[in-house]
């Protein structure tokens, strides 16, 4: 693990002292100075004996993880968590405030900050803890930080364990997988290099894996450079172990994404950086293309936290979070309306993308596939846009949407995660259900697809979302789905389960789905278990 934040967390709760609560809560009456909460709406107001010991109350509040919009009906409902708790180290915090500090201490990228870099980022934020506080936790939900997860890249794919130990599997062409060799392999292995260092987050690009640490370092492995199409020019050296990209060294990272012509990274504070298609000013800068430094990221976002990034074929998307709510920016190329404005052209600089507000949509996730994105809102809604070939949008049809639309199919389904790939969508209900529409090749779509259609094509595009029952079938609750976002390489796909299981299905011609295939099979129709626990 890094030296600075890794190891068990010590942090002490405020002016408790090292005794049982059984001891705090049997002390005498006697010492108690009981004081009156004051709760609008009560006409007298009542005792509140736990007033006299707000340790206790801060400890519970703490303890129970509360979201900050319940600590802020909290304030909102009594002045006891309203006043000032006269508590180190600022005697001028409620106790909801600090209840929501300690919570952010818990994050293993806030534990190194400055305070004057916490203070920054508090009033980037909004002013205030708890708004740090969902800003933390909105990002732990879209990219699953501290989490396990499971990347389906182009040819090859990682998994991370709940405790940061990586294993890569499938092409290696470039070295991408991180073993020190060349040679692909179909059996998932760990990436030995990296004991002692714990992964908070990974992205997969064509030769190409991100490694982000919990000490907000990156390492990277593969092709040497960042904005590279996937068939052109290739990067001069390739490195097969896993190094530090010096370029970043200055940069608290918790999340990257690599689209086809430019990668993009996320800092702990929110801002976004990318490297490379900087010419002409297409990604809110201007360099060249073998630029191997990182920009930041110009226009709207400059002092707008965020919260999620998303890298598609030509395009980025970003999830903002201010006080006022969540919000989607885009930037790129425009064609096929996958910018969400209405039109079809480019965006130089970050825009918002106002669609949400009139659908009264509270984005909670979004996804950038090839060519057409999604968002899942705070209500369970799902939203596509872009270009609808092979009914990737889930609309029933194949037109493009210029503008986010709710798919109205799903409109008994309460979502909570989306993943999208080269024209074609997942969705996962808060049941662990999950639906898949769109493209059919490869068998990514998880479908039953054994018997041919009436024209014999056995890799049927879906154009309505429709229940992966394969999945259903092995009583998991899934949590999330990765599947390749890329035009160039078949399709594959993963679901990880509340359990740390991993299954896999379509295209394994590389070894990408981390099971072995029979003599020239080349891909798998229903899930298959992968031979790592997550957990």
């Known amino acids: 693990m890094d030296a600075t934040t890794s190891g068990t ?15 705090l809560v049997t002390s005498s009456p006697r010492s108690f100075q009981r004081q009156q909460r004051h709760c609008f709406g009560d006409a007298t107001p009542g005792e509140f004996p736990l007033s006299a010991n707000p340790s206790i109350v801060l400890h519970v509040l703490t303890g129970c993880n509360l979201d900050p919009q319940d600590l802020a ?34 994050r293993a990228i806030f534990k190194p900050m400055s305070e004057d870099e916490r203070q920054e980022l508090k009033q980037k934020c909004g002013g205030s803890w708890k708004l740090v506080l969902r800003f933390f936790i909105a990002g732990e939900a879209c990219t699953r ?102 370029s970043l060294k200055n940069i608290f990272v918790v999340q990257a994404a690599i689209g086809n012509f430019f990668t993009a990274v996320l800092s702990r504070e929110g801002r976004v950086y990318t490297f490379s298609w900087g010419n002409e000013n297409k990604i809110g800068h201007q360099t060249e293309p073998n630029d191997l430094d990182p920009h ?43 910018l969400g404005h209405g039109t079809r052209t480019d965006e130089k600089l970050p825009r918002l993308i106002e669609q949400f507000r009139t659908l009264n949509i509270q984005p ?104 992966v029952t394969s999945l259903q079938q092995m009583n998991e609750r899934v949590v999330q789905i990765s599947l390749t976002n890329s035009i160039y390489w078949n399709a594959h796909t993963f679901a990880l389960t509340e359990s740390g299981k991993l299954f896999a299905f379509g295209a394994g011609d590389k070894g990408q789905l981390g099971v072995e295939l029979v003599s020239n099979q080349t891909e798998r129709a229903n899930p298959e278990r992968v031979d790592v626990d997550l957990s």
């Open 73 to 106: 009906k909290l304030e909102a409902t009594c002045s006891f968590f309203r006043q000032p708790a006269d508590f180190a180290p600022d005697n001028e915090l409620s106790l909801a405030e600090l209840a929501a500090l300690d919570m952010c201490h818990k």
């Open 145 to 246: 930080r501290e989490k396990s997860q499971a990347i389906a890249g182009p040819g090859h794919s990682i998994a991370v364990t709940s405790k940061g130990t990586v294993y890569s599997f499938g092409s290696n062409s470039s070295g991408q997988l991180g073993h020190g060799t060349m040679e692909e392999d179909w059996r998932p292995r760990p990436i030995r290099s990296l004991q002692g260092i714990r992964i908070i987050q990974a992205a997969a690009g064509a030769g190409r894996t991100m490694l982000i640490s919990d000490a907000g370092q990156v390492y990277a492995i593969g092709k040497d450079s960042f904005g590279e199409a996937e068939y052109g020019a290739q990067g001069i050296n390739v490195v097969n172990t896993p190094q530090l990209v010096d």
């Open 296 to 338: 930041p990221l110009l226009g709207a976002l400059e002092n707008i936290p965020v919260v999620q990034i998303a890298a598609g074929y030509c395009y980025l998307l970003a999830l903002a979070c201010q006080p006022s709510g969540m919000s989607v920016y885009s930037v790129g190329c425009g064609l096929g309306g996958k």
């Open 364 to 467: 909670a996730v979004v996804a950038a596939g090839a060519w057409h994105a999604a968002v899942v809102g705070s209500d369970g809604r799902v939203c596509t846009w872009g270009w609808g070939r092979y009914g990737c949008l889930g609309h029933g049809n194949e037109d493009c949407e210029s503008v986010p639309k709710v798919v109205e199919s799903l409109s008994g389904v309460k979502a909570v995660h989306v993943a999208t790939g080269d024209y074609t969508t997942f969705v996962v209900s808060d049941e662990g259900n999950v639906y898949s529409f769109g493209c059919g090749e490869s068998s990514s779509l998880g479908h039953n697809t054994a018997a041919a259609d009436d024209q014999g094509n056995r890799h049927t595009n879906v154009l309505s979302p429709e229940m």
């Open 9 to 23: 967390d010590t942090y002490q709760y405020r002016k408790i002292p090292d005794q049982s609560v059984n001891a």
